[in-house]
C-alpha cells in the first residue's frame, strides 16, 4: 500500500450527511483534528448539501456517490449511510482506487464483510470501520484491570445487554431489511467490548429471537426489528457471552456489560463501574468512575496508518468478527439449533 508523505496530503470526504446525530460533520471534524484535509461531501439530500458548505465553506459536493469518485481527488472515503448500503458502497469506492471507513457495523452478513476484504485486499487498498468505542474509558479500563492485571482470576462468562421495553421508532434503524435487525446497533458496539476482554476463537454461536409483538405498531409492519434478540457465544479456550438487546424487558438488569471471573466480578454501567473481589472468603465492593474517553485514537490510527505504516487497530477482520457472530446467530434462531462458525 502506497504512503502518503503526510497527513495533509491526505484529502478525506463522506458520502452521507444527514441530520441524524450530525454524524457527517463529527467525522470530517475528527478527520480534520486528527491532520487530514477534508475535501469532498456526497449527499442525496440537497439541504443536507447546503448544509456541508457552511459547515466547511469551500467543500466540494456532489448529489451522487459515482459523481464525488469521478470528479472529486478524495483519498480516504467515510460511509455514513444505513447498514444495509455499506457493502455496496465500500466495494464502489474501493473499485474507484479509495481507501475506506464503514460506520459501524462493518456490513449486516458475514459474506458482504468477505467481498469488501477480497476487493481492498484486490486493490491494495485500506478498509477499516468505525468501531471508535474500541477506546471508551469503560473498556479501556476493563481490558486493563481484568486482561493485563487479571483483577477478577480467570474469565469464564461475559453477559452483555442493552435496551427495556420501547417501541421500536419510525425510522431506518427499526426496518430488518435497512439496519439488519436488532443487534446491529449496540449489540455491535457490546460484541466488540467482548472480544477485547477474551481473546480466543469463536466456536459456537447460538441465537434465539422473540418477534411479531410490535410489528402492528410501526410503520415497517412485518419488516419491523425483532423484539428481542439473544446471541450465545462459545469460545474456544472454554469461555462464553451471552448478548441479549430487547424492546420488551420491563424490568433491565443493571450494568451493560457483566465480566464473571472465578475471583469476582466487574459490572460496566454508565456512567460508573462496580468491581466485586473475593478477599479472604469475603465479597468486597467499591463503584467508581471510568477513564476519560479516548475515541480520537481512531482516525489517529487511520492516518499514521497511510503514513507511518504504523500497526491498523480496528481491521477489516477485526471489524467482521461481530459480523459474523450476529449473521451466525441470526441462523440459528431460524434453524433452532447452535450454530459451528466457519471463521475465528
Known amino acids: 500500500m502506497k504512503k502518503f508523505k503526510s497527513v495533509q496530503e491526505i484529502k478525506v470526504g463522506v458520502i452521507g450527511y444527514g441530520g441524524a446525530f450530525n454524524m457527517g460533520r463529527s467525522h470530517l471534524e475528527e478527520m480534520r483534528r486528527a491532520g487530514m484535509t477534508p475535501v469532498a461531501v456526497a449527499e442525496v439530500d440537497p439541504a443536507r448539501l447546503k448544509a456541508a458548505t457552511v459547515d466547511y ?9 459515482a459523481e464525488m469518485l469521478a470528479k472529486s481527488d478524495v483519498n480516504l472515503v467515510t460511509l455514513i449511510t444505513p447498514h444495509n448500503t455499506h ?4 466495494i464502489q469506492c474501493l473499485r474507484a482506487g479509495r481507501h475506506v471507513v464503514c460506520e459501524k457495523p462493518f456490513a449486516i452478513t458475514t459474506k458482504e464483510c468477505d467481498d469488501i476484504i477480497r476487493e481492498a485486499k484486490k486493490k491494495g487498498l ?9 477506546w471508551d474509558g469503560w473498556i479501556l479500563r476493563a481490558v486493563d484491570e481484568l486482561k493485563k492485571k487479571k483483577k477478577i482470576g480467570e474469565i469464564f462468562r461475559i453477559d452483555l445487554r442493552m435496551g427495556s421495553r420501547n417501541k421500536p421508532g419510525d425510522w431506518w434503524r427499526s426496518s430488518r431489511t435497512i439496519s439488519g435487525g436488532v443487534l446491529y446497533d449496540w449489540g455491535v ?3 466488540e467490548y467482548a472480544l477485547q476482554i477474551i481473546d480466543s476463537d469463536i466456536v459456537e454461536v447460538s441465537g434465539f429471537i422473540k418477534e ?3 410489528h402492528s405498531h410501526t410503520k415497517w409492519k412485518e419488516d419491523t426489528v425483532e423484539d428481542e434478540a439473544t446471541a450465545v457465544i462459545r469460545f474456544k479456550n472454554g469461555s462464553w457471552a451471552n448478548l441479549t438487546i430487547t424492546n420488551l ?3 433491565p438488569k443493571d450494568g451493560v456489560m457483566e465480566v464473571h471471573g472465578t475471583l469476582g466480578n466487574y459490572t460496566i454501567n454508565f456512567p460508573h463501574y462496580t468491581e466485586s473481589l473475593i478477599e479472604n472468603d469475603v465479597v468486597t465492593s467499591h463503584k467508581g468512575p471510568h477513564w476519560p474517553s479516548e475515541a480520537h485514537r481512531f482516525y489517529e490510527n487511520i492516518a499514521a496508518h497511510l503514513t507511518k505504516g ?5 481491521t477489516a477482520e477485526w471489524a467482521r468478527r461481530p459480523i459474523h457472530i450476529i449473521d451466525t446467530a441470526i441462523k440459528s434462531a431460524r434453524l433452532g439449533r447452535a450454530l459451528p462458525t466457519k471463521y475465528k
Open 57 to 65: 465553506p469551500g467543500i466540494q459536493t456532489y448529489a451522487t456517490v
Open 249 to 251: 424487558d420491563t424490568n
Open 310 to 314: 504504523e500497526k491498523l487497530v480496528i
Open 212 to 214: 411479531g409483538h410490535w
Open 189 to 191: 458496539h457490546l460484541l
Open 87 to 90: 457493502a455496496p458502497l465500500a
Open 126 to 134: 485500506m478498509v477499516s470501520t468505525y468501531h471508535n468505542r474500541h
